[in-house]
């Protein structure tokens, strides 16, 4: 907690007349929206105290602190994963430090592998729920009595209301045939799924899978903060359309799902 504290501190310092109303996490090949934020600030995660690093080449490692939509935000350019060798305490740090600072809604993103036969390449899944199959969480350990209760209830991990507005949002920006909703299943990695894990993964129920979103979540529920949260399918995998794939490919799919997920996010910042 007193790491928190010291991070929130210091960022508020330099923020003295700044109020954050939303926090922004930009998952991998994502970070196009940070382009149409009025920056007014910007912090590499290195001199924030006891901040983690970034280690994933395609994460900038950066805090943004500006204007987005007429909301004042603050844009993470990069996050932290279980498999870089972070505890999941360091993974959810800057989520509980932006809570500290006053956001009242958090935006999350990802990059992630279709397993719903329905899915095609770019589309855009909101998440309604998800499947938690990390080896740990970040409320293991003692309970930070500050930021919430010792057993959170997860009945609705991702916010209806803004789900709603979210569908609205597409609706209105002719988004809607490249919308779903569905369960996002979050996996340790970093290695991709094997062909038998896929089919695991669709028979308990998932529609998508990732390696990230997931802890972010449980620790945003544990602050009552309200979650919005979207998946770009980066590849499909599911039976008859799964191959091979590297980084490059995930990074080029979700290049053409960029302006779709901008223009989304955009819109619910405007409509909140």
């Given at each position: 907690m007193q790491d928190l504290l010291e991070a929130a501190e210091y960022l508020r310092q330099r923020l003295p007349d700044f109020q954050p109303e939303a926090g922004i996490i930009l998952g991998t090949g994502l970070g196009a929206l940070a382009k149409e934020v009025a920056v007014q600030h910007r912090f590499s995660y290195a001199e924030?105290?006891?901040?983690?690093?970034?280690?994933?080449?395609?994460?900038?490692?950066?805090?943004?602190?500006?204007?987005?939509?007429?909301?004042?935000?603050?844009?993470?350019?990069?996050?932290?994963?279980?498999?870089?060798?972070?505890?999941?305490?360091?993974?959810?740090?800057?989520?509980?430090?932006?809570?500290?600072?006053?956001?009242?809604?958090?935006?999350?993103?990802?990059?992630?592998?279709?397993?719903?036969?329905?899915?095609?390449?770019?589309?855009?899944?909101?998440?309604?729920?998800?499947?938690?199959?990390?080896?740990?969480?970040?409320?293991?350990?003692?309970?930070?009595?500050?930021?919430?209760?010792?057993?959170?209830?997860m009945m609705e991990p991702y916010d209806h209301s803004l789900l709603r507005l979210a569908e609205e949002a597409a609706q209105e920006l002719d988004l809607g045939r490249y919308l779903r909703r569905g369960v996002y299943a979050s996996l340790p990695g970093p290695m991709l799924e094997t062909p038998a894990e896929y089919r695991y993964l669709r028979t308990i129920g998932a529609d998508a899978v990732g390696m990230s979103t997931v802890p972010e979540v449980i620790a945003a529920v544990h602050m009552g903060l309200p979650v919005l949260a979207v998946s770009v399918i980066t590849d499909l995998c599911a039976p008859g359309k799964l191959k091979k794939v590297d980084i490059a490919d995930i990074l080029r799919t979700a290049a053409v799902a960029k302006p779709r997920l901008t223009a989304l996010l955009q819109r619910v910042l405007e409509k909140l």
């Open positions: 924030i105290p006891h901040f983690p690093i970034s280690t994933v080449e395609s994460h900038a490692g950066e805090l943004l602190v500006g204007t987005l939509a007429g909301k004042r935000v603050l844009v993470m350019r990069g996050r932290f994963h279980y498999y870089e060798g972070y505890t999941m305490q360091q993974v959810v740090f800057p989520v509980r430090v932006m809570k500290l600072l006053g956001i009242r809604h958090l935006f999350v993103s990802n990059a992630s592998g279709g397993l719903n036969p329905d899915y095609d390449y770019s589309d855009l899944m909101l998440l309604e729920d998800h499947i938690n199959l990390q080896p740990t969480n970040p409320l293991i350990g003692p309970n930070l009595d500050e930021l919430g209760p010792r057993f959170p209830d």
